[in-house]
Each structure stands twice: as C-alpha cells, then as structure tokens.
T-cell receptor, first 116, second 113 residues
C-alpha cells in the first residue's frame, strides 16, 4: 500500500513568489493535515482538511492557504513568500473522523521549500 | 486544553548506553499517546503508540514507553542505543474521540560513538 506522497521534494523560490505543494493521502484516508517544520521551531500545525472542507487552521497568516480535491489529495499554497517561510512542509493523513479514529497520523517525506 | 511537554531539547548519549526521553502531557480526558521519530531529511515515522490495555508499550527498533496516568507521563526508553538511533523524537497526544494530534517540541537524540 502506497504511503503519503508529497511533491515536489525540493522547491526553491525567491521572495514575493508563490509556492504550491502537493500531497496525496493514503488510499482510504480522507483527512489531510499540513505542518510547517522550520529550523529550530518544531512542528507547527498549519491546516486540516477533511471531506473537501477546511476543518481547522493554525496560527498562520492568510497567505498560507490550501484546498482538498474530490480524490482527497491536497494542495498547500503560500503567496508572497518571505524568507522565514523556508522550511520543511509535512503532509499527513488519517481515516475519516466518523470512524474509530485514534488521531494517529501517517506522514509523507515532506517538501523542502527554500526562499532566497 | 491539551499540551505536550518534552523537557529535554537535546540528549547526547554514548553508543550502547541506555536512554530515556521524557514526555509529559496535560489533558482532562482520556488520551491516546504516540512517539514519532524523524531521521535527518525525512518525514515522521511512528515508533509506538498507547491506545489502551498494558501501560508498557513496545515499538520498533527496540524502543519502549510506559504510560503513567497518575504522573501524566509517557517516557520513551531504550536499554542500549545505536548510532542509527540519532534522530529527532516527537511525543504526541490526542484526546479519545477527537481527531486532533498535539505534538511536543521534540528531543534531538545524538548517539556518540
């Protein structure tokens, strides 16, 4: 069974540009989570999507946005990039919340965004 | 509100020595508990989890953790570490019935040859 896949693996942008990161969850999972892992700051929760809707949002500015598609894959968009947006962006998925759910997340390998 | 505390940000330990990584949580309801490991330039991988039953949980790579409800702790242990155990370790907790996972700030384990 394929795990959570993320693309691209690496992305280099300049300040002011936009970045788009993509995530495909494990088959059967309908919830997708995005985390930012900047150097020395641990895991910061960004966004949670379930069944195509945004369910929760972390303490990030509106230029961080995303969406979830009907096949449950997801995009994270970061507009007006700033230097401090440089980080590893991790996507995770789990089963739909109506089912027995322990909260366990299954992570992808991440997309490393570098802003110059 | 939930919170997870990993008091040790960095733990250096010599190869073949034992190690304990500490994790404490706060919650007013029943919880599920997890330890994840992140090797350099990789995503997070589940080490072990406590859902119910025996409070001593065994995971991959020889790690184990013990759930202590009275002390609200879930410390991770390994009797003899290897160089390959060098990684970042994250403790996480979710409330039973909720679909949310809260992470600690992580502990960087460095195994010294």
């Amino acid at each position: 069974e394929a795990g959570v896949t993320q693309s691209p693996t690496h992305l280099i942008k300049t300040r002011g540009q936009q970045a788009t990161l993509r995530c495909s969850p494990i088959s059967g999972h309908t919830s997708v989570y995005w985390y930012q892992q900047a150097l020395g700051l641990g895991l910061q929760f960004l966004l949670w999507y379930d069944e195509g809707e945004e369910r929760n949002r972390g303490n990030f500015p509106p230029r961080f946005s995303g969406r979830q598609f009907p096949n449950y894959s997801s995009e994270l968009n970061v507009n007006a990039l700033e230097l401090e947006d440089s980080a590893l962006y991790l996507c995770a998925s789990n089963v739909r919340r109506e089912k027995a759910n322990t909260g366990e997340l299954f992570f992808g390998e991440g997309s490393r965004l570098t802003v110059l | 509100a939930q919170s997870v505390t990993q008091l040790d940000s960095q733990v250096p330990v010599f190869e073949e020595a034992p190690v304990e990584l500490r994790c404490n949580y706060s919650s007013s309801v029943s919880v599920y508990l997890f330890w994840y490991v992140q090797y350099p330039n990789q995503g997070l991988q589940l080490l072990l989890k406590y859902l119910s039953g025996s409070t001593l949980v065994k995971g991959i790579n020889g790690f184990e953790a013990e759930f202590n409800k009275s002390q609200t702790s879930f410390h991770l242990r390994k009797p003899s570490v290897h160089i390959s155990d060098t990684a970042e370790y994250f403790c996480a907790v979710s409330e039973v019935g909720a679909n949310n996972l809260f992470f600690g700030t992580g502990t960087r384990l460095t195994v010294i040859p």
